[in-house]
């Protein structure tokens, strides 16, 4: 994915098989974040229509905060982005983490 010239693609399919366009993603300002927007802004970055930079800058999020949502996507698809199975999957880590300290 690097070699992709981002600034070429103008569209990309989004997570419910819609074209996705920069003036179709979420807002500059978007501060409520459900699941939908945050795949649709993991679909236009492993798309190549926003690199990861300037998605954390557009959104100003941090780069792990955007890596979180695009591995919720890959072991969950949509439903990983909820809140609650966000919530729910830390909780899992964190006992896996403190079991292997231990």
């Keep these: 994915?690097?070699?992709?010239?981002?600034k070429t693609i103008?569209?990309?399919v989004g997570p419910a098989g819609e074209r996705l366009?920069?003036?179709?993603l979420p807002d500059h300002g978007t501060t409520r974040w459900v699941a939908r927007r945050k795949a649709e802004v993991v679909a236009a970055v492993?798309?190549?229509l926003l690199s990861a930079s300037e998605a954390c800058r557009r959104y100003e999020l941090?780069?792990?905060?955007l890596v979180s949502w695009?591995?919720?996507v890959e072991r969950d698809g949509l439903s990983g982005l909820r809140?609650?199975?966000l919530q729910q999957n830390r909780l899992k880590h964190e006992?896996?983490?403190r079991r292997e300290l231990a």
């Design 1 to 6: 994915m690097a070699n992709i010239d981002h």
């Design 10 to 12: 103008r569209e990309v």
């Design 21 to 24: 366009t920069l003036e179709r």
């Design 46 to 48: 492993e798309g190549g």
């Design 62 to 65: 941090s780069l792990e905060e």
């Design 70 to 72: 695009q591995r919720a």
């Design 83 to 85: 809140a609650t199975k």
């Design 95 to 97: 006992r896996l983490n």
